[in-house]
């Protein structure tokens, strides 16, 4: 059986000593920035990402792994707790789990969250491993036009996902094309848009772009309204579910890891509508739908489940095509980048420990979060009291020196400013940062791969529309924009992300 | 007909997509297009620009037609003293060294908030500047000069 070599030898390489401490860390520092309110995953992993850059390449990305499970969990207990979701996919925990913390069920939410997420991880972990391999068969066979097809279909769906504007989403992705151009053309070697700054010939830095457009802005919004912020902490006792739980949490979770690992695989972020259409699927085959919104289980466990699914799953694009689902996977290419890997179909069959030994660690990153975060919740609720004010200049020292041990470049300092003032006045114009980073990240690939296709074909664009693969891409690419621009649904959209707010 | 109201979100929006196309789509054409066969470096760019410019364009039409929610508060305190102190780092690393860097990087910080006092925020960096030493300078061995040249040491 590959299979049970391939995992065998995953599970070998992510249990080793050493990588075991990585993905702990990892998963404690992803908790215990994650919890912190208004501080989502994406800006969560972007401002520890520096900190995995001295480690060995599986280590890294592994502790990487653990920091994004973490993150995501402690977003969870903030929607629980204090009803403020760090990241829009644990909005819809915030829902019922909120209200149960308000009837003194916090602890059973708490964990019901953590189990359903435990046993959709597991289940995805497994499908990571199961479809991964054929699908870089497939990948394998794609020449230059269908990589550039590829990433026009990842680019679309961030915008279908992106709250707000269309046309503001669409703005973004190709502003954020445009900035990852800066640098030197690979194909001439003449410099583009740096200024006539020698240090910017390089490209502008990924840390820099995400901690600035993610984490400054982060901290500007928080401080907007320092004054009206309160907190109010529901009380956390009596941590195991009762047996009713239990007996009511089972269906829906099963259904959330279905939707959630289907969703996922997804680009542009499909682990955000897994949340949702779980938390839609459970309201309607629920025996009590008026019981949503008041502190149902089924609210917490299906959404939690498909969340934690669909952010599994969305490794598989990632380390089949090399192609990020969503900003955080965008921060792992940026990772992978940086430790010298390209990220692609030759992943899997040039560095095979480092393919499975990131898969196996997703199990083990799930199962410390279930061993670890249920005993220390009170560790992380006492975190949530402390005042903002205080951590901010801590967040502040540590993207400095992050960014600044990425390459010791002081104009990549230079660039976190500016890109915290552009990402909070886009933010403050009601523009998505996500398509943004996305598109940053895609940009340099975009072209290159657009230019050879051209090259390739002799200078004839019909070569996108000719190559069956390429193709049928480009036709899902023009479905899913026209089904976004649809009035139904677009209405039905907005009233969604209504919701959501 | 009512006289043409603009929604000021969308409008500073649509012109700052504006003007941002317009730099990138001059910088591109600085540089050489070439043709659809053998793209030139300035080829991609500009048709990205050139659709930036064009997004502006529908934002800022949109704008004269919807009324959207107004901006909201602005963290001007926060941008005063917030966004220098990556600079202020930058500035100092080299010249001064990682500690007394990063001790005023953190100081300067603290300021962003309003409900911040002065002994708080001395005792927080002096503590968060120990603690990131020995973290990244000692634990994880980052190269950085403790004290640098500025200081004569």
Request: proline fraction near 6%; glycine fraction near 10%.
């Amino acid at each position: 059986m590959d299979l049970l070599n391939n995992l065998a030898l995953g599970f070998s390489t992510a249990s080793s000593l050493a990588n075991l401490f990585f993905c702990l860390i990892g998963v404690l520092l992803g908790t215990l920035i994650g919890v912190l309110p208004g501080i989502g995953p994406t800006a969560t992993i972007a401002m520890l990402l520096p900190i995995t850059f001295q480690l060995e390449p599986v280590s890294s990305l592994i502790m990487l792994a653990g920091i994004y499970y973490g993150a995501q969990y402690g977003g969870s207990t903030t929607a629980i707790l204090i009803n403020l979701p760090g990241e829009s996919s644990s909005a819809v925990t915030a829902i019922d789990g909120y209200q149960m913390a308000r009837k003194g069920k916090a602890g059973a939410a708490l964990a019901i969250a953590a189990l359903g997420s435990f046993f959709a991880g597991t289940v995805s972990t497994f499908l990571v491993a199961i479809f991964a391999p054929p699908l870089t068969e497939i990948a394998l066979q794609f020449g230059a036009a269908e990589y550039f097809s590829l990433m026009v279909v990842g680019l679309v769906s961030s915008i279908a996902l992106a709250h707000g504007s269309m046309v503001k989403a669409l703005a973004m992705v190709v502003l954020g094309l445009l900035l990852g151009l800066v640098g030197t053309d690979i194909y001439t070697g003449t410099p583009r848009f740096t200024l006539g700054i020698r240090e910017y010939s390089d490209g502008l830095n990924f840390v820099a772009v995400a901690v600035g457009v993610f984490g400054i802005a982060e901290i500007l919004r928080n401080l907007e309204n320092e004054k009206s912020r309160t907190v109010l902490m529901a009380k956390v006792s009596g941590l195991m579910p009762t047996k009713e739980d239990f007996k009511a949490m089972i269906a829906p979770v099963l259904r959330g890891t279905v939707i959630g690992s289907v969703l996922g695989i997804l680009p542009g972020g499909g682990a955000i509508l897994a949340a949702f259409a779980s938390y839609t699927i459970e309201k309607k085959v629920s025996k009590n739908p008026q019981e949503f919104g008041q502190g149902a289980v089924a609210g917490v466990a299906g959404p939690e489940s498909a969340n934690n699914a669909g952010a599994q799953t969305s490794f598989i694009p990632l380390l089949t095509l090399g192609i990020p689902a969503n900003p955080v996977m965008a921060l792992m290419i940026g990772a992978m980048i940086i430790q010298g890997i390209v990220p692609g179909p030759n992943v899997a069959t040039e560095q095979p420990a480092l393919f499975w030994g990131i898969i196996a660690s997703m199990w083990i990153g799930n199962l410390m979060l279930v061993v670890l975060n249920l005993p220390l919740i009170g560790l992380w609720v006492k975190l949530l009291t402390i005042p903002y004010y205080v951590l901010f200049p801590i967040i502040m020292a540590f993207c400095s020196i992050g960014v600044y041990s990425v390459n010791s470049n002081v104009y990549d300092l230079y660039s976190v400013a500016f890109f915290g003032l552009i990402g909070y006045v886009l933010s403050k114009l009601r523009c998505e940062p996500a398509p943004l980073l996305l598109g940053f990240v895609l940009g340099p690939l975009l072209e290159e791969n657009l230019r050879r296709a051209m090259i390739l074909s002799r200078g004839d664009p019909s070569t996108f529309v000719t190559r069956p693969i390429s193709a049928t891409l480009l036709f899902i690419a023009v479905v899913v924009l026209v089904i976004v621009f649809l009035p139904s649904v677009k209405a039905k959209r907005e009233a969604v992300f209504q919701e959501e707010d | 007909m009512n006289s043409l109201k603009f929604d000021t979100t969308n409008l500073i929006c649509g012109l700052l997509f504006m003007a941002i196309g317009i730099f990138f789509a001059y910088q591109s054409f600085e540089l050489d297009l070439g043709t659809a066969f053998r793209m030139g470096p300035g080829y991609f760019p500009f048709i990205l620009a050139c659709a930036l410019m064009l997004f502006g364009i529908i934002i800022l039409v949109q704008s004269a037609r919807v009324q959207g929610e107004p901006i909201g508060h602005i963290a001007w305190r926060g941008m005063l003293f917030i966004l220098p102190a990556p600079i202020l780092f930058g500035l100092t690393v080299r010249g001064l060294g990682f500690v007394p860097s990063l001790f005023m990087t953190a100081l300067f910080a603290c300021f962003a908030s309003g409900r911040m006092k002065p002994l708080t925020a001395i005792v927080l960096s002096v503590a968060l500047t120990i603690f990131c030493v020995l973290v990244f300078s000692y634990g994880l061995g980052l190269p950085f000069r403790r004290f640098g040249p500025w200081l004569g040491l």
